[in-house]
Nanobody
Framework: QVQLVESGGGLVQAGGSLRLSCTAS???????MGWYRQTPGNERELVAS???????NYGDSMEGRFTISRDNARSTVYLQMNSLKPEDTAVYYC????????WGQGTQVTVSS
């Protein structure tokens, strides 16, 4: 079974930037990849997704600040996050959807005011 490993989370001041990476142990070229985030007591919400053809979709308030991209040769999907706000603080999860759905373990992003 394919495994996903996220990296790039951390602590950043409001207005700063982070780039998250998600690397899969297998090929991703024919899959839809996505980033979701979750805060305590809340459901996981879509941040951004990217299809196998490069088509993208963003959650509310994400587009314009966040950019998702993929490098199939590296089996990696990225999430560039700019103009970060304290309300972006969450655990960010990578998701791969093919025949089955696979989730990564999550990476913490904390934005201080």
């Amino acid at each position: 079974q394919v495994q996903l490993v996220e990296s790039g989370g951390g602590l950043v001041q409001a207005g700063g930037s982070l780039r998250l990476s998600c690397t899969a142990s297998g090929r991703i070229s024919r899959t839809t990849m996505g980033w979701y985030r979750q805060t305590p007591g809340n459901e996981r919400e879509l941040v951004a997704s990217i299809g196998s053809a490069g088509d993208t979709n963003y959650g509310d308030s994400m587009e314009g600040r966040f950019t998702i991209s993929r490098d199939n040769a590296r089996s990696t999907v990225y999430l560039q996050m700019n103009s970060l706000k304290p309300e972006d603080t969450a655990v960010y999860y990578c998701k791969m959807r093919s025949i089955i759905v696979t989730w990564g373990q999550g990476t913490q992003v904390t934005v201080s005011s």
